[in-house]
């Protein structure tokens, strides 16, 4: 038939029947795994997910009880791993910078022990690193009697073999005026931050941006929490105690210690007022505490992710060419100008793609938490299905919610690598219509010019 001979039906041909074997398998291996698990009975569902959990949850005795459903214990084991998430990339970052540089330095010692560190955590396994920092160093400070308090007192930090317990900020009744003023502030520095780039690519003047907008965001921020902290605190409350209730002195209360944290917040004279921690019995009261195991887990991911952050970093700015940095040093640039115009707009586009890799390497090892007991989402989650032998639907969960979380994280970084590709015609052409039709607005209304290859 010469229908058969024409290629383009040859190739819509073959991949329907790609298309119809592979979901034909799919179904039917579906059909096999659901029919051996009836078999057993056990059968996927998600009913189970409001039933009572029975089991507690180490570091949640003040937000999770064994009573809770199994689906508020879930969500639990998923808060505190994004809690190792969003504190582990930023500070990934920061440190894999510095010690980036390091390895650029012109300092022979400096340099030397920066590739040496980065090459014993580079070629360590990651389960060895956090079982070692977990054992020998987490578990090695003193029991909670003897705990480090620093300083004593009213201690700003804790340190004992169960975590680390930093004082609790608490907003008092004045904060709402202080966020206002707060907020106000950021928006003048915003202005700022616009107005004088716009200056800037108009004229060529040299603004300081950065220290101009900081300067007012934190100028205007003082003043705030100096204005709310004008007026007058009270000088009684009424307290509850036994069923009734009293008027009471706020000097005397606060000499006596009688007042609960939030009493103590509604006379406080400040937008934020500080809890200190206080030891009762063999735990630290008040406070933010934070255990041994979400210490160790979080110090270790970013510790051996920040190692490869630095190659990273380091092979980006040793991307650009010398002969540009000579030239910007020519023409009479600040190391700053240079930094900021020359090298680092080229370096990032070097330095990005590879970047979002680690972000993403850094959130999946995440489930090395299991290792040392913390209770992430893949440990809970572990527990869920030895009580329940619901082994499909929760690793259904997981996998969905670790999927979530890891395409958050590449669609955020992909649009960071958009914001700093070059603009020719063919990337253009190849971006979405949105891209495309705010490139038009730019290069053509607004007669902004772009950087061709």
Known sequence: MALFRDERFIKIFLQLVF???FF???????????????????????????????????????????????????????ENTLRVIVVGLPVTTILGIIVGIMLLSSNFLVRSIAQFVVEVLRNTPLLVQLFAFYYIVILALPPVQNSIEIPEGNPLLVLNNRGIVFPELIMTPRFALFAVIALVGVAIGAAFWSESGKIIERTGRVIPRVRGTLAIVIGVGILGYVVASLPPPPTTITVVRD??????????????????????????????????PQRAGLRYQNGNPYTATYIALTVSLIIYTAAFVAEIVRAGIMAVDRGQIEASRALG??????????????????????????????????????????????????????????????????MVTYLIISLSIAYVMNW???RFELVTRDTVIKRPLWRRLGDWVNYTVLRRPHVER
Do not use: C, H
């Open 243 to 276: 069923g009734g209730t009293m008027e009471v002195a706020v000097s005397e209360s606060l000499e006596e210690n009688i007042l609960t944290p939030e009493e103590r917040a509604s006379v406080a004279r400040t937008p934020l007022t500080i809890l200190y």
């Open 333 to 398: 640039l600040s190391f700053e100008r240079t930094l900021s115009l020359v090298i680092l707009p080229q370096a990032l586009r070097v330095i990005i793609p590879p970047l979002g890799n680690q972000y993403l390497n850094l959130a999946k090892n995440s489930s090395l938490a299991i290792a040392i007991a913390f209770a992430d989402l893949f440990q809970v989650s572990t527990t869920i299905i030895n009580q329940r032998n619901q082994t499909v639907s929760v690793f259904a969960m997981v």
């Open 19 to 21: 298309v119809a074997v």
């Open 24 to 78: 034909t398998g799919l179904i039917l291996l579906v059909q096999s795994v659901a029919s051996a698990l009836a078999a057993n009975n056990l059968t996927p569902t998600f009913a189970f997910l409001d039933e009572r959990a029975g089991f507690a949850i180490a570091g949640a005795e003040t937000y999770y009880s064994p009573d809770d459903s199994y689906w508020r214990a879930y969500v639990v084991g998923l």
């Open 416 to 418: 960071i690598n958009g």
